[in-house]
């Protein structure tokens, strides 16, 4: 286990006051928060089925998010899981509905409202991606399957047993990391067919929530629901060792730690959890660059954008405690916050971080 330090600037704060609140951010929990590698373009999908857009300007750190679009998955069934391609273009969403949809941005819904569905499962589809090098949708789902979808055809062009429900994945250039019950990774080279490159068990001793690649991709962080991140290297890298460190805790009170989003430019990176906290970390100098105050409810999801410069996360139920904490009506927001480089680019190593 090793413990992180604080840099000598890091500091905890509330919601900053131009902290841009998205209007229009839907009736239920949100469950992803994605934006387009082309433009600022986010997106959200929601337990209400709804799937959103906004269109995000930035000017002088104030930031406005504008309405663009929504459409429902069918049958009022949960969306849990986005994507876009790389140029932008399309926007791909999955959930309870046990379907793979496609949405081409600026075109006309059919009347019943639902993008095109371009793939299915045999349960709910609880994450996806995209691999550039073949131009393949990728969705997990929890009947245990990956599927692989060119988008013009209802058939998967290939199918992949896993060991057990399929939690979260995420994609980078040829790596691909694959979290499952079970506490069970799974990491493929996707330059072409996609193949195994290793299987092994979390280092972390409780179930997996979230795994996101290093933006260098020799390896992965994956966090837990007992408030750890793993940071685990799968090629062997000079003067960097596998370690886990403990997060999203207090006093006594251990939560879960949601989402894992990289900053593309300089590979820091953040944690948001159930307990209303956004962290920014530097992994390299085991450094917490930046904590917030807890804000009143869970974090559920959060993502940079393309620049690195706007930082979305939503607040919402997460379900961390079941549908007997869960209460109809209770407010859903999503946030953007103006990220100046000063607050998430590495600030050098400082003493004070220890190994046990």
Not at 237 to 262: L, M, W
Not at 270 to 286: I, M, P, Q, R
Request: glycine share 10%.
């Amino acid at each position: 286990m090793s413990t992180f330090g604080s840099s000598g600037t890091a500091q905890a704060s509330s919601i900053a006051p131009n902290d841009c609140n998205v209007a229009q951010a839907g009736d239920d929990g949100v469950s992803s928060l994605i934006w387009s590698p082309t433009q600022n373009i986010l997106a959200s999908t929601n337990w209400d089925s709804g799937v959103r857009v906004w269109e995000v300007a930035e000017q002088n750190g104030q930031v406005q998010a504008n309405p663009k679009a929504k459409a429902n998955h069918e049958n009022q069934a949960p969306a849990l899981a986005s994507c876009f391609t790389p140029d932008g273009s399309k926007l791909i969403s999955g959930g309870c509905d046990k379907a793979v949809r496609m949405w081409q941005l600026g075109q006309n819904l059919p009347a019943n409202g639902s993008p095109q569905q371009i793939g299915v499962h045999d349960a709910p589809v609880s994450c996806l991606g995209y691999l550039p090098s073949t131009n393949i949708v990728v969705s997990g789902g929890w009947d245990r399957k990956l599927k692989f979808w060119d988008m013009r055809s209802p058939n998967p062009v290939g199918a992949l047993d896993m060991p057990e429900r399929v939690y979260d994945l995420d994609v980078r250039g040829n790596l691909m990391v694959v979290a499952t019950a079970g506490r069970q990774i799974v990491s493929y080279d996707v330059s072409g067919e996609p193949r195994e490159y290793s299987r092994k068990e979390s280092p972390l001793k409780y179930q997996s929530r979230c795994i996101s690649c290093f933006t260098d991709t020799t390896g992965f962080a994956v966090g837990s629901i007992e408030g750890r991140v793993g940071i685990h290297y799968l090629q062997k890298v000079a003067g960097k060792d596998s370690f886990a460190f403990k997060c999203h805790r207090q006093e006594n009170q251990v939560y879960s730690v949601n989402a894992i989003c990289f900053h593309s430019h300089f590979g820091t990176f953040a944690t948001v959890g159930s307990d209303g906290v956004v962290n920014f970390w530097d992994k390299d100098n085991k450094q917490r660059l930046k904590g917030f105050n807890a804000i009143q409810r869970p974090i559920p999801c959060a993502n940079f954008n393309a620049q690195g410069n706007l930082f979305a996360y939503a607040s919402s139920y997460d379900w961390s405690k079941g549908s007997q904490s869960h209460m109809p009506g209770s407010p859903n927001e999503i946030f953007v916050h103006y990220t100046p480089e000063e607050e998430i680019k590495p600030k050098g190593k400082k003493s004070g971080g220890t190994r046990r």
